[in-house]
C-alpha cells in the first residue's frame, strides 16, 4: 500500500497518542475545530462491488478535548 487511508492509518494502530483535530465545518478561519489526543486501535475497509471504497477507524481517547477555531 502507498496511497490512501490505509496506507497512511493501519502503520498507526497501537501506537502512541497522536493529536487528532476535527473540524466539522471545513478549515476556513473562524470555523470551529475540537482537537483531543488518542490511540488509533482499529481499522477496517469496506468495498462493495461497484461502489466506493469506504473506511472505518476506531480511536481511544487519552485526553480531554478542546474546541477552538481554524
Keep these: 500500500m502507498t496511497t490512501g487511508p490505509a496506507a497512511v492509518l493501519t502503520g498507526l494502530i497501537g ?40 473506511f472505518t477507524a476506531a480511536f481511544t481517547g487519552t485526553g480531554a478535548v478542546t474546541f477552538g477555531s481554524n
Excluded: C, D, M, Q
Design 15 to 54: 501506537g502512541g497518542a497522536k493529536s487528532i483535530v476535527f473540524s466539522p465545518a471545513g478549515t476556513a478561519t473562524g470555523e470551529l475545530k475540537r482537537t483531543v489526543s488518542a490511540i488509533l486501535t482499529g481499522y477496517t475497509e469496506s468495498s462493495p462491488v461497484g461502489g466506493k471504497v469506504g
